[in-house]
């Protein structure tokens, strides 16, 4: 079963999944949103530590993009990994007043940019409404959003009852309400797709773009020596199917998404292999 999730969750945790993301984490999911994830991520300080007494490092933090963005983002965003640590250091004493629990996860030394959070054993039922209470503190929604939430998730469980697809319904302790439905039954699927199709209904010009999109990325890839083809969904939407658990197909992707005639849209400026010039051919790996 799954359930529709409110956006109420988003917005407890919307700077925790800012973080997250910032970070580099790339499984946060909304069953996920009563509490930052628990997953250590990389730590600046360190690879920064690393790179000044390695050589190799050095010369590998000199050209290598990732290391450079991950710095930039420390850079920039001191104060608010500060303003973050500093919620959470709320979020312990609150747990701590309510006898709950929790241990503190840090990302690297502790020298200003270092992100820091807490973590509860989600299981526990206690554990878990405590943090949902705290933060549900910072940002209470105002039950106007409530109802209109709610207006939402019910025209949503409406229209799958109407098409022969079971639901099962239930309001949380904040007062929102849920739809639950067998994600494994294809019929459901396409009924719930069906239901969003036609509140937002994708126009045939950004169709067309998005199709035309696809088939560069395919032309591309077949071009410097990829496995690669079209897959259309029932409402015309081409997607681009290739290996990707070849990091040289994702190499190849890299460079072909840095490239101008793709940012330009420009189908005009790439050659007939589909590459703007001789470094396109990624085909390696490298």
Not at 60 to 70: G, I, L, R, V
Not at 205 to 216: G, K
């Amino acid at each position: 079963m799954i359930t529709t999730t409110p956006r109420r969750s988003r917005r407890l945790l919307l700077c925790g999944a800012i973080a997250l993301t910032g970070l580099g984490l790339t499984s946060f999911t909304v069953a996920d949103a009563a509490a930052p994830a628990a997953t250590p991520v990389r730590s600046v300080a360190v690879a920064a530590d690393d790179a000044a007494t390695d050589d190799t490092a050095t010369d590998d933090t000199a050209t290598d993009d990732t290391a450079t963005d991950d710095t930039a983002w420390a850079d920039e965003n001191t104060d608010w990994v500060a303003e973050s640590n500093v919620e959470q250091d709320q979020l312990a004493a609150y747990l701590t007043d309510h006898g709950i629990a929790y241990t503190v996860e840090q990302d690297g030394d502790d020298n200003g940019s270092s992100w820091r959070w807490v973590d509860v054993d989600y299981s526990d039922q206690a554990a878990s409404d405590a943090v949902d209470d705290f933060y549900w503190s910072l940002y209470p929604v105002a039950q106007s959003e409530i109802d209109a939430e709610n207006a939402d998730t019910d025209a949503l469980g409406s229209y799958l009852e109407a098409h022969g697809i079971a639901v099962t319904t239930s309001t949380d302790r904040h007062g929102f309400h849920t739809v639950d439905w067998n994600v494994d039954d294809p019929a459901a699927e396409s009924a719930v797709e069906d239901y969003y199709w036609e509140l937002y209904p994708t126009s045939p010009e950004d169709i067309a773009a998005i199709n035309t999109e696809a088939e560069s990325e395919v032309a591309y890839l077949t071009a410097n020596g990829f496995t690669a083809s079209i897959e259309t969904d029932r409402h015309g939407i081409e997607s681009s199917v290739f290996d990707d658990n070849d990091d040289a197909v994702w190499a190849a992707l890299d460079t072909y998404w840095s490239s101008d005639s793709y940012w330009s849209n420009d189908a005009s400026s790439t050659d007939s292999s589909g590459s703007t010039d001789s470094s396109g051919s990624t085909s390696s790996g490298d």
